[in-house]
């Protein structure tokens, strides 16, 4: 894989939490495919129905920006490639998600998003997320 995918690949990652942060839903939506699916996993939570499509994807992400007042902050790292060919690639991030108000900044939760990114049209997209989350917030 060359670099100049390698970087727009973190791109997109980072503009995926990045929209879910600024409430920006602009940012945030060009980052999934249309049919894009989105796996839950939260320990101790029980099974999660997976977000299949753009749209359904849009609603979560949504509807998660609306049921809150606070400033959040979910911090990708240690984005590492477990497999990269032509035009798809699997990708694996830790997730640690802060949230800020009254003066006050705490740890909302932690995990680990495993990607599948695929280039579509010339633009890398995520076409399956599944996030397994440590802990319930």
Same mark, same amino acid.
């Given at each position: 894989m060359n670099p100049l995918d390698i970087i727009a690949i973190h791109e997109v990652l980072a503009k995926a939490v990045?929209?879910?942060?600024q409430r920006n839903v602009a940012l945030m939506e060009p980052c999934f495919t249309s049919d894009a699916r989105f796996e839950?996993? $939260?320990k101790g939570a029980g099974e999660i129905p997976p977000f299949v499509g753009r749209e359904a994807i849009m609603k979560l992400? #949504?509807?998660?920006?609306?049921?809150? #007042?606070e400033d959040r902050r979910h911090v990708i790292s240690n984005i590492?490639?477990?497999s990269a060919e032509e035009g798809s690639a699997r990708v694996v991030s830790n997730? /640690?998600?802060?949230?800020?108000?009254?003066g006050k900044i705490n740890v909302? #939760?932690?995990g /680990?998003?495993?990607d599948l990114v695929k280039k /579509?049209?010339?633009?890398?997209? $995520?076409?399956v997320r599944h996030l397994a989350l440590d802990v319930p917030f």
């Open positions: 990045s929209g879910l942060d839950l996993e $939260i992400m #949504t509807d998660s920006m609306n049921s809150h #007042t590492y490639f477990e997730l /640690v998600a802060f949230q800020s108000e009254h909302m #939760t932690s /680990v998003y495993r /579509v049209d010339g633009k890398w997209q $995520i076409a």
